[in-house]
């Protein structure tokens, strides 16, 4: 198998579209047509990904998302989102909370396996760095996957810390959204580049008790961003 992907969605024929082109790919495939359903499923299989509709009976998507990020033994799996077109608040959210991607209703199966296939091969990749490195305040412990500002423990998400190290590991390159997508993320993104944005922000927001840190995230307009060296 490829690995186990948990849908959780509360129309039928979208998890057994899903269902069948996943399947079609080698993988194992869970399913869930609520939010408690999903978030049990979940912490009980670890699955290695989850397809996440948004609008969902007994608790929403985004409650599921949060619920699984916030926790230790679930942080690291990746969520894909579903979403519904007017629900563009929804998906700012849902990329704040942790999920790594989103679609949005109507979608190609062939889109989502593709993105599936992305967000597990970015996850399943070791760390190229080991030990930990220390710029001003802000330390980073690789082989943990902790960060620490002034001693004290961040608490990010894994693409929050994700895009921080590759920061702090390349002080003063300057990343386009298309490249931070790419390296963070795992896949080359066309169109809508606002999840780095959302997740620049909310990086920037966590490293706000040292203003010098946060203010060592440039925006260099009309490029991206870079981590200046202090």
Not at 18 to 30: D, H, P, R, S, T
Not at 76 to 97: F, H, Q, S, V, Y
Not at 103 to 131: N, Q, W
Not at 167 to 194: A, C, M
């Amino acid at each position: 198998m490829t690995g186990t992907i948990l849908i959780v969605d509360d129309e039928v024929s979208i998890r057994e579209l899903i269902k069948f082109n996943l399947q079609k790919e080698g993988y194992n495939v869970l399913e869930a047509d609520d939010g408690i359903k999903g978030l049990a499923i979940a912490k009980s299989e670890k699955p290695n990904l989850v397809v996440l509709d948004l609008m969902l009976p007994g608790i929403d998507g985004l409650e599921v998302c949060r619920s699984l990020k916030s926790q230790q033994n679930t942080a690291a799996i990746p969520i894909i989102m579903l979403t519904a077109k007017n629900e563009e608040i929804d998906k700012i959210i849902g990329l704040e909370l942790g999920a790594d991607d989103y679609l949005t209703k109507p979608f190609s199966p062939r889109e989502l396996a593709a993105r599936i296939k992305a967000v597990l091969r970015r996850s399943s990749k070791d760390s190229s760095v080991v030990g930990e490195l220390v710029v001003g305040k802000l330390k980073l412990n690789f082989s943990r996957y902790e960060a620490y500002l002034n001693k004290d423990k961040l608490e990010l998400t894994p693409k929050e810390y994700e895009l921080l190290k590759l920061f702090i590991t390349n002080l003063g390159k300057v990343y386009s959204r298309e490249q931070l997508l790419e390296k963070v993320w795992g896949y080359e993104y066309f169109g809508d580049t606002r999840t780095v944005d959302v997740h620049v922000r909310h990086l920037r927001a966590k490293l706000a008790a040292e203003p010098e840190i946060a203010d060592s995230i440039e925006t260099v307009r009309g490029v991206g961003y870079r981590f200046r060296d202090i």
